[in-house]
């Protein structure tokens, strides 16, 4: 808990501590950085579910600057080859028959390469969406630093937020 307030507060003081134009876009970007927990925004509509998860870096393999060593370099390959398949990150209700397609996967960094955000975005269309529950997100329970995903969900009855976590990782799509 303490080691994670710490990372927070050393994100702001990079954002705030450069008197440059790009302080200001950093500092901008800091609001939704905090190392350890990603955001995720889940739109339900009709037989369409879009997800779009934006995570530090740091949450996903441990660091976020520009790798420099074998090891770094394999986990930024190992993360992209799970980022190519969304259904082992994000699973919704088998019942609703959705497929996945990723609409957005990339990385965007700050101006100094010292923090990166992960921004992935995945459609799922559904054959049956009468059947949609839920979405589990799966990618919590096997990811060491990141802590806590933030959700937004927007339904047909409206907006709710939640907190996911390893031990709570599916959001109720209702
Ligand atoms: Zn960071």
């Not at 879009?50 to 770094?72: D, H, M, N, W, Y």
């Not at 907006?159 to 599916?170: D, E, V």
């Amino acid at each position: 808990m303490i080691v994670r307030k710490q990372l927070y507060f050393s994100c702001l003081a990079a954002s705030i501590g450069l008197a440059s134009p790009f302080a200001l876009a950093q500092q901008k970007h800091s609001h939704a950085h905090e190392h350890g927990k990603g955001n995720l925004e889940i739109t339900l509509d009709k037989n369409r579910i879009v997800s779009r998860f934006i995570s530090p870096l740091q949450a996903l393999i441990g660091f976020e600057r520009l790798p420099k060593t074998k090891s770094e370099n394999d986990a930024i390959t190992a993360l992209n080859q799970r980022l190519q398949n969304p259904a082992a990150l994000f699973s919704v209700n088998a019942e609703a028959e959705c497929k996945p397609a990723i609409l957005e996967n990339k990385i965007v960094r700050d101006a100094a390469n010292k923090h990166a955000d992960l921004h992935y975005q995945v459609e799922f269309n559904c054959t049956k969406p009468a059947a949609l529950k839920q979405m589990t997100i799966l990618l919590l329970k096997d990811t060491k630093h990141l802590k806590e995903v933030r959700v937004e969900f927007v339904g047909p009855s409206g907006q709710k937020s939640s907190t996911a976590t390893a031990k709570s990782s599916t959001v109720m799509l209702n």
